[in-house]
């Protein structure tokens, strides 16, 4: 785009955000879906129709003087320009009432998965600062931010982006027991599917969780997954044969093959014995 082009966007952009102030802006009779309502703390709706033209408009505005800088340093930008303004907010953990919580994790989670996903969504930058938020040794990017409590610290662009950043992070701020804590076990499993050792269930994650429905494919027994088998090397001919000669010593029922105790041997045993020559005869 030339100069005069861009020069003749402005003036128009201009003429747009003065209606829009005026009240008197035409929108097209055609319009998209309207997104979820967004509010503030007071109530407010924030992500009215006027208020994402303006912010559409303010961008494109924002873009073009750059773009008029790049050609003529000299540039004059329009009246009320502001360069990208980014908006800010502090939102403190509250360490001093519950010291044993772990909030950091809660935000940042597994390998900062956590942090990247509520970054992804509410489309502004999370970060932790102050107190506590560096591991000793390491040094401060920021020294005097990192002499304040901890907290979060929210960057974007919008009101919108800093409303829905606020909401995540207020949430995650609030202790839960870890019974209850359905975030903590999602973080917890995708951690163990991340190390390779996610068996396949919530089994191992949650001890409060229902146990009924887990039976080891090994054994049999519904009290362990098959993974943590303490019988897992054994074989299951040997483990049946142990069982009926229990329950002959207990209730006197019959038992098997017990002329036989080869079968009974546990199958590694039976390799060693088979290597140097020996068994039971």
Request: proline share 7%; glycine share 6%; aromatic share 6%.
């Amino acid at each position: 785009m030339d100069a005069y082009s861009i020069r003749f966007r402005l003036e128009e952009i201009q003429i747009a955000l003065t209606a829009l102030r005026n009240g008197t802006f035409l929108f097209k009779k055609t319009r998209s879906p309207s997104p979820e309502p967004v509010y503030d703390s007071q109530g407010k709706r924030i992500n009215t129709r006027e208020n994402r033209k303006r912010d559409q408009l303010l961008a494109e505005q924002r873009a073009l003087t750059q773009q008029a800088f790049k050609i003529n340093p000299t540039f004059k930008p329009p009246p009320g320009y502001q360069s990208n303004v980014k908006k800010t907010k502090k939102i403190y953990v509250p360490v001093k009432q519950y010291p044993d919580y772990n909030f950091i994790g809660q935000i940042i989670g597994p390998r900062g998965l956590t942090q990247k996903e509520l970054e992804k969504t509410t489309g502004a930058k999370i970060a932790i600062r102050g107190k506590g938020s560096v591991l000793s040794g390491k040094e401060r990017s920021t020294p005097a931010a990192e002499d304040d409590d901890l907290h979060v610290f929210i960057t974007c662009d919008s009101e919108e982006q800093l409303v829905k950043a606020t909401k995540r992070i207020e949430e995650l701020l609030v202790p839960i027991p870890d019974g209850n804590n359905e975030h903590k076990r999602k973080q917890l499993e995708l951690l163990a599917k991340l190390n390779g050792t996610h068996v396949g269930s919530s089994f191992l994650l949650n001890e409060n969780l229902k146990r009924s429905n887990v039976t080891c494919a090994h054994c049999g027994e519904p009290s362990h997954p098959t993974l943590d088998c303490p019988q897992r090397k054994r074989s299951k001919p040997v483990l049946e044969a142990e069982y009926e000669i229990f329950m002959h010593e207990v209730l006197g029922t019959p038992v098997s093959n017990l002329s036989q105790p080869e079968p009974h041997l546990d199958e590694a045993y039976q390799a060693f014995l088979s290597q140097i020559g020996g068994g039971f005869n």
